[in-house]
T-cell receptor
Framework: AQSVSQHNHHVILSEAASLELGCNYSYGGTVNLFWYVQYPGQHLQLLLKYFSGDPLVKGIKGFEAEFIKSKFSFNLRKPSVQWSDTAEYFCAVNSGTYKYIFGTGTRLKVLA | EAGVAQSPRYKIIEKRQSVAFWCNPISGHATLYWYQQILGQGPKLLIQFQNNGVVDDSQLPKDRFSAERLKGVDSTLKIQPAKLEDSAVYLC?????????????FGSGTQLSVL
């Protein structure tokens, strides 16, 4: 069965530090990849997505992610985090065969 | 535009009782999803509707969970009888047509505590 792994469950960074959150999936076919974010007290919302073309995808608020097919990875990055980036981040994969599978999430805390 | 509406926001029940959650998706969205999110885990898909038909309910515990989407708009998810392990946030999401590259629009969820 398809699965999505997020290895970092809790991350604490100071403002201006760089961020990289890992995401690996297990499905070998064509996939659509997503990063969702949940800010405190808010609902889940899309940060960015990849479905074809340039493997480096840019999203809202300065986030980007790189799809590396050979590594089954879709890591999320941001060069310089802000206090307002404190949130929980979820990687998700939609292959059609296995509908929209989410990872376990990474809680990011940014210290001011 | 109005987002995905869910109610109630919180629910506390005792085990073996029944409970129902309601979802109103974004107007015009054909696809509706119910997810269960247990504390410390990611959302787990329970059921996906396309209009008023079920696309996928492979992970729905059908002995106790049921869901319907009458007229292809609102949806209700019911648990009867509830167990302690059903304590979770139940999320409703919708998307315009269910295409694989579409993003999901989520509601705020219903937090269920089973005592």
């Amino acid at each position: 069965a398809q699965s999505v792994s997020q290895h970092n469950h809790h991350v604490i960074l100071s403002e201006a530090a760089s961020l990289e959150l890992g995401c690996n999936y297990s499905y070998g076919g064509t996939v659509n990849l997503f990063w969702y974010v949940q800010y405190p007290g808010q609902h889940l919302q899309l940060l960015l997505k990849y479905f074809s073309g340039d493997p480096l995808v840019k999203g809202i608020k300065g986030f980007e992610a790189e799809f590396i097919k050979s590594k089954f990875s879709f890591n999320l990055r941001k060069p310089s985090v802000q206090w307002s980036d404190t949130a929980e981040y979820f990687c998700a994969v939609n292959s059609g065969t296995y509908k929209y599978i989410f990872g376990t999430g990474t809680r990011l805390k940014v210290l001011a | 535009e109005a987002g995905v509406a869910q109610s109630p926001r919180y629910k506390i029940i005792e085990k073996r009782q029944s409970v129902a959650f309601w979802c109103n998706p974004i107007s015009g969205h054909a696809t509706l999803y119910w997810y269960q999110q247990i504390l410390g885990q990611g959302p787990k898909l329970l059921i996906q509707f396309q209009n008023n038909g079920v696309v996928d309910d492979s992970q729905l515990p059908k002995d106790r969970f049921s869901a319907e989407r009458l007229k292809g708009v609102d949806s209700t998810l019911k648990i009867q009888p509830a167990k302690l392990e059903d304590s979770a946030v139940y999320l409703c999401a919708s998307s315009p047509s269910g295409q694989l590259d579409e993003k999901l629009f989520f509601g705020s969820g219903t937090q269920l505590s089973v005592l």
